[in-house]
Nanobody, 126 residues
Framework: QVQLVESGGGLVQPGGSLRLSCAAS????????IGWFRQAPGKEREGVSC????????YYADSVKGRFTISRDNAKNTVYLQMNSLKPEDTAVYYC???????????????????WGQGTQVTVSS
């Protein structure tokens, strides 16, 4: 049974940093694409970053390039999203998702994923 548990969200001032974690159980991350998505109130879900399956290429939304870094620890079966230089517009609920289907850059598309975590709130405010 695929389970994903996010953690690490919270309140941070503009310019600050947070690291989100997504602990996976019930499967190995090696053969799954992994994505981080976010949804702010009144807005559509947005693909933030992802790691493609097998090759492990990383992709980022233009809005977070140079500020966010996605990484994977296979030994811990955990995925991280390091978020630096946070802005108020980064405020949202962040979700991790996994699925064996997406290839390459398609890992940024939310509709490619069947397995989702419960989400963690990130609020950037002074």
């Amino acid at each position: 049974q695929v389970q994903l548990v996010e953690s690490g969200g919270g309140l941070v001032q503009p310019g600050g940093s947070l690291r989100l974690s997504c602990a996976a159980s019930g499967f190995s991350l090696d053969y799954y694409a992994i994505g981080w998505f976010r949804q702010a109130p009144g807005k559509e879900r947005e693909g933030v970053s992802c790691i493609s399956k097998i090759v492990g290429s990383t992709y980022y939304a233009d809005s977070v390039k140079g500020r966010f870094t996605i990484s994977r620890d296979n030994a811990k079966n955990t995925v991280y999203l390091q978020m630096n230089s946070l802005k108020p517009e980064d405020t949202a609920v962040y979700y991790c998702a996994v699925d064996p289907k997406p290839s390459g850059r398609l890992c940024l598309r939310g509709r490619e994923y069947d397995y989702w975590g419960q989400g963690t709130q990130v609020t950037v405010s002074s």
